[in-house]
């Protein structure tokens, strides 16, 4: 069983009118499989609008803050600023995971850290409170919660490709990503990634697969090189 709902509620600072619509939000299809309820009493119904009002928030944001920017770039930032990674890590900040409801197959085989169902819980929670309180509180909400410190957040889920970019425009040696170790059983594994610029190594990652320890082991990398002033 996920979390107090109530705590998540603090979190995220807004109080439901209709309770059931965060509960709701939180119910993963394998738990309304397990609880044999009806197939739209889980989240999924909810994450189909809260996507639809995050894309019109983001493209809102996006129109306003960047004046000249050409309409592909637009689409493909925006893409980027609301992809599983971007969402899956908002999810995290908000430990988003911990109160969801999942089934127990889903539950023993790391749901929990799953990033396609905490990036839908992501969007399934911006529907309800689209439907709970209007469209300003989901608007407040993605605006705390999604659109706060994206510069720092596209470093993370864009980190491979920015640190190509800043090895390419600074150093002579290639990058390369070496596996280090890995734990725990088949269902709920950590892999733990080192990546080298040349001989010397950079960042040390971890992940849940390969590619998000990659991910990490980029992302630390990245913050090591800004602190030497190395963009």
Do not use: W
């Not at 609008?49 to 809102?60: K, P, Q, R």
């Not at 889920?157 to 088949?186: C, H, M, W």
């Not at 990652?205 to 990659?214: I, L, Q, V």
């Amino acid at each position: 069983m996920g979390l107090d709902l109530r705590i998540l509620e603090n979190k995220i600072g807004y109080k439901f009118k209709d309770f059931h619509l965060l509960k709701k939000a939180m119910i993963h299809s394998s738990y309304a499989n397990e609880m044999h309820l009806p197939k739209y009493e889980c989240n999924e119904r909810l994450e189909f609008l809260g996507d639809a009002v995050l894309e019109l928030v983001s493209g809102e944001f996006l129109f306003y803050e960047h004046g000249k920017m050409p309409e592909g770039e637009l689409t493909k930032t925006r893409a980027s600023m609301v992809c599983e990674p971007a969402l899956a890590f908002c999810a995290r900040d908000l430990k988003l995971g911990d109160y969801l409801l999942l089934g127990k197959g889903e539950e023993a085989t790391g749901g929990r850290k799953r990033e396609s169902i905490t990036s839908d819980a992501m969007e399934a929670l911006i529907g309800a409170i689209y439907i709970d309180g209007g469209f300003a509180n989901a608007k407040e909400f993605i605006q705390r919660f999604i659109l706060k410190d994206l510069e720092n957040k596209k470093l993370f889920y864009d980190s491979k490709t920015i640190l190509q970019e800043i090895v390419q425009a600074n150093f002579k040696e290639v990058i390369s990503y070496r596996l280090i170790g890995e734990e725990g059983p088949d269902h709920d594994k950590s892999f733990h990634v080192a990546v080298s610029i040349g001989e010397k190594v950079y960042g040390l990652g971890t992940g849940r697969t390969k590619k998000a320890a990659e991910q990490d082991a980029a992302y630390q990398s990245i913050l090591k090189l800004h602190k030497m002033n190395i963009k």
